[in-house]
Structures are given as structure tokens and as C-alpha cells.
Nanobody
Framework: QVQLVESGGGLVQAGGSLRLSCAAS????????MGWFRQAPGKEREFVSRVRWSDDRVNYADSVKGRFTISRDNAKTTVYLQMESLKPEDTAVYYC???????????????????WGQGTQVTVSS
């Protein structure tokens, strides 16, 4: 099992910045990638970003490309999401998630991720 704990959410004005962290514990060696998703009220959970351990390959949703940056520490136990130029439409609960080898559903399908954190609220005021 892998446990994920997010932190760093909060209230920020439009144009501001936040840095989210996701601390992983347990059998992290069983995972090969971690990602961030978000879910706004009344909407489905959507992909934000992902990093793959083997080669640090990163992916971003078009809506955050150029504004958000995903990174990880060398021990692969913490993943960060640096969010810049935040917009009100970025308001959501942000979740980190981890993938382990198995059925491949792509990088953006939440069903392709095996472990989830409890989420952290990000609110961007206009």
C-alpha cells in the first residue's frame, strides 16, 4: 500500500501563486508515476499533471501548461505542484495520485491511478 498526503492549499487572489506538496509513504517503490488531479464542485475530476519516475517525463493539461510546474524529490517520496498566475477557474480540490504497473488507461484517466490522497482545497478569488 501507498499513502499519499497533500498539503499547501489555501486561498489566494487571482494572479497569485501556491505550491502543493504530496508526501508519499509505504511501498512507493511499487509505483512508477505520480500525478495531480483536481475536482471543482459539480464537475468531474480532471487531470492536471503527471511525472514519471524513470525519466522524469512530465505532462500537463492544456489549461495549466505554462503556469503549473510538477517536480519531485530524488527519493521519489514527495511530489510538488508549483502553481503560478492562478485564475478563479483553478479553484478546486486538488488530489495527488500514484500509478503502479497494471492495466494502462493513459495518463489522464483517474481510473488508471491506484492510490489517492485526501485532497487539498485551492480557492482563487477574483
Amino acid at each position: 500500500q501507498v499513502q499519499l498526503v497533500e498539503s499547501g492549499g489555501g486561498l489566494v487572489q487571482a494572479g497569485g501563486s501556491l505550491r502543493l506538496s504530496c508526501a508519499a509513504s509505504g511501498r512507493t517503490s511499487s509505483t512508477y508515476a505520480m500525478g495531480w488531479f483536481r475536482q471543482a464542485p459539480g464537475k468531474e475530476r480532471e487531470f492536471v499533471s503527471r511525472v514519471r519516475w524513470s525519466d522524469d517525463r512530465v505532462n500537463y493539461a492544456d489549461s495549466v501548461k505554462g503556469r503549473f510546474t510538477i517536480s519531485r524529490d530524488n527519493a521519489k517520496t514527495t511530489v510538488y505542484l508549483q502553481m503560478e498566475s492562478l485564475k478563479p477557474e483553478d479553484t478546486a480540490v486538488y488530489y495527488c495520485a500514484a500509478q503502479r504497473p497494471g492495466v494502462w488507461l493513459g495518463i489522464s484517466d483517474p481510473n488508471g491511478y491506484d492510490y489517492w490522497g485526501q485532497g487539498t482545497q485551492v480557492t482563487v478569488s477574483s
